[in-house]
């Protein structure tokens, strides 16, 4: 069985790590167009890299919990097995995920606004505020997608390919609204996929989705492998 797993913020939930939308979600007291737009860098780089010093120090202290394990074991198990994330906070590859597509980027990696060099940069919290390039002292941005920017080509078009020839979709803890992540689902239904949705509350994936498990990730995923892989 080819098997994708497509995964957003609310599969970090039960590491501490807060999501974007719905309850405690982070756009409910911040203004996404403050913080991750191109425009409020420009405008304010301070501030935007205070709000993802803050992120990374939350990060840096979470660990990966049982769904993200889980999916690093299966991995291992799976002839044909592609995991997907719109996460940025790494936990998949900290829980031993080897090939993780990052369609929004990493939220340790920098880019030089200067010299464009792109490194990893795991200082929580960071001694300088903006930080700068160790290679040309340049301003660095987070090399994550902002709102109104392209996802990275590779991966995306990488994660489209896998949406069209997979036997299931399974989409975990994401509220499918940020496109053109939240198209993947579509696509692979159209393309003949079982989709299978875990999350805790309703989303525009529900309704087309084969089946529909309303629990937290860990669970959710511990059902899904014992009922459709006999795991
Ligand atoms: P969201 O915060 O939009 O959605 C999180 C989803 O996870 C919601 O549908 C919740 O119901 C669900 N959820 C919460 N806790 C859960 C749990 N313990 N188990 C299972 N599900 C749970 O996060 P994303 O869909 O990942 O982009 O957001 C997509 C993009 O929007 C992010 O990558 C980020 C954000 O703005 C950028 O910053 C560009």
Redesign the pocket.
Known sequence: MKLVVLT????S??SGIP????QG?L?RNFK?EEL?TPEAFAKNPKLVWEWYDWRRQLISKAEPNKAHLLLAELEGKLDSFFLIT???DGLHQKAGSKKVIEL?GNIWRVRCLSCRAEYELYEAPLKEIPPRCLYCGGMLRPA????GESLPKKELSEAFELATRCDVFLV???????YP?GYLPFVAKEHGARVVE????R?PISDMADLVIR???SV?LEQFLEKMLNL
């Open positions: 957003g913020a609310g599969i939930a039960e999501t974007f939308r719905g979600g756009w996404p991750a719109q996460n940025v929004h994550v997608v902002w709102f975990i803890g994401t509220s499918g609204v940020v992540a875990i999350n805790l509350d989303t629990e937290r990730a959710g």
